[in-house]
């Protein structure tokens, strides 16, 4: 069965350090998606992507994100200035439609450290 | 942001028993629900999904039923089984507002053999 695939599974960053967390969303989806969640708290939406811009983003979603598709397959998350509260697992979903009978896939995350 | 909400941190029940998994919403608008399974270390997987138009749906040993006047809606397990041991996410969408997900805290369900 297709996956979406995340690398790295764990990512250690030095604060104030960038940091690009890489995704590979299922070939024939079209709708991408990142979420966060925070250690002992909920899965919280980021962002989402279609035909090459973001769709709709959340209050999280600060200036120092940002999300871009670079070539066909892969789907990317930067941070541009991390800092210690971005520490979390970063998820990254892609589904074929956004008919809301279609869920997102998921993929088995990053694991953000930030020091 | 308590909109979707998982009132159960964890669930304990024996194999072959019915696990009855809880989720309440408090924002009307949403249209859509969904439950996911969530093993450690991997991502949250796909489990079943119920549009508001419905009050039931049914896939093998799992049914999701949806009360819209009580905002409520809960997974059945029937029969539960050892491998089912995980976290469930509940999570909702409404369409209007694009389709994000928003998930409940999640409920860790045990069965044992």
């Known amino acids: 069965e297709p996956e979406v695939t995340q690398t790295p599974s764990h990512q250690v960053t030095q604060m104030g350090q960038e940091v690009i967390l890489r995704c590979v969303p299922i070939?024939?989806?079209?709708?991408f998606y990142w979420y966060r969640q925070i250690l002992g708290q909920k899965v919280e939406f980021l962002v989402s992507f279609y035909n090459n811009e973001i769709s709709e983003k959340s209050e999280i979603f600060d200036d120092q994100f940002s999300v871009e598709r670079p070539d066909g397959s892969n789907f990317t998350l930067k941070i541009r200035s991390t800092k210690l509260e971005d520490s979390a697992m970063y998820f990254c979903?892609?589904?074929?439609?956004?008919?809301?009978?279609?869920?997102?896939?998921f993929g088995d995350g990053t694991r953000l450290s930030i020091l | 942001d308590q909109q979707v909400k998982q009132n159960s941190p964890s669930l304990s029940v024996q194999e072959g028993r019915i696990s009855i998994l809880n989720c309440d919403y408090t924002?009307?608008?949403?249209?859509?629900f969904l439950w996911y399974k969530k093993y450690p270390a991997e991502g949250p997987t796909f489990l079943i999904s119920?549009?508001?138009?419905?009050d039931k749906n049914e896939d093998g040993r799992f049914t999701v039923f949806l009360n819209k006047s009580a905002k409520h809606l809960s997974l059945h397990i029937v029969p539960s089984q050892p491998g089912d041991s995980a976290v469930y996410f509940c999570a909702a969408s409404e369409e209007t507002s694009g389709s994000r997900l928003t998930f409940g805290e999640g409920t860790q369900l045990t069965v044992n053999p």
């Open positions: 119920i549009s508001s138009i419905k």
């Open positions: 070939s024939n989806h079209l709708y």
């Open positions: 979903a892609s589904r074929v439609t956004d008919f809301s009978n279609q869920p997102q896939h």
């Open positions: 924002n009307s608008m949403f249209d859509y």
